[in-house]
Structures are given as structure tokens and as C-alpha cells.
Nanobody
Framework: VQLGESGGGSVQAGGSLNVSCEVSGQIFPHSVTAWFRQAPGKEREFVASIIWSGGSEYYADSVKGRFTISRDNAKSTVYLQMNSLKPEDTAVYYC????????????????WGRGTQVTVSS
């Protein structure tokens, strides 16, 4: 499984961005794709995850109501729509995948992308 992020960039506070993660390789029915982020000097943290089969979504409290994770099965792509962005959302956003785990522990995800930078200015 290989993951490739795209769509990062710079935006002013209150703006929106959409980042994408293309997943190549075999995807099992219960496979999960998640987004994590890492700000400078901070640990990588869970943002959201989605289960390919059924589309169940999970969010960190810090982004709930502002971010939406979705997937396009035909394109094998997961999206993260980010609205009402804040300067504290500035980070490198990473895509991660696993066969079954959909929680917040980054060590449980077996596959990772290289990340895409999101910068929110005040």
C-alpha cells in the first residue's frame, strides 16, 4: 500500500482547504485511512479517520464540526475538507492507513504518506 498526499497550501484564518490522499495497493473491506498532523515542535496527532467499508468517520475534538473526511472508492482517494481554519491548524498533514485500526494511536497505522504542508495565517 502506498499513500500520496496533495492539496496543501497557505490560507488566511477562516478560510478553507482540501487535501487529498491517493491510496494505491490492495484495500481490504475494513481498511481504514486516517489523517494526522504535526506542527513544529509538537508530536504528531490524530485528526480524523474513515473506514472504507461503510464510511464511518471519526474526528479529534479539536476539528469536529470544522473538518470533514470523505472517500471516493472509484478513485481510491480520501479527502479532508478543512473549513474555518485557524492558525493552530498549521502543520504537516499526513495520510495513514491500516487494515483494521481506526483509532488515534499513530503507532497502530502501518502505512504512511510523506505529508503535505498546511499553513494558516492570522
Amino acid at each position: 500500500v502506498q499513500l500520496g498526499e496533495s492539496g496543501g497550501g497557505s490560507v488566511q484564518a477562516g478560510g478553507s482547504l482540501n487535501v487529498s490522499c491517493e491510496v494505491s495497493g490492495q484495500i481490504f473491506p475494513h481498511s481504514v485511512t486516517a489523517w494526522f498532523r504535526q506542527a513544529p515542535g509538537k508530536e504528531r496527532e490524530f485528526v480524523a479517520s474513515i473506514i472504507w467499508s461503510g464510511g464511518s468517520e471519526y474526528y479529534a475534538d479539536s476539528v469536529k464540526g470544522r473538518f470533514t473526511i470523505s472517500r471516493d472508492n472509484a478513485k481510491s482517494t480520501v479527502y479532508l475538507q478543512m473549513n474555518s481554519l485557524k492558525p493552530e491548524d498549521t502543520a504537516v498533514y499526513y495520510c495513514a492507513a491500516d487494515a483494521d485500526y481506526y483509532g488515534t494511536l499513530l503507532g497502530r497505522y502501518n502505512y504512511w504518506g510523506r505529508g503535505t504542508q498546511v499553513t494558516v495565517s492570522s
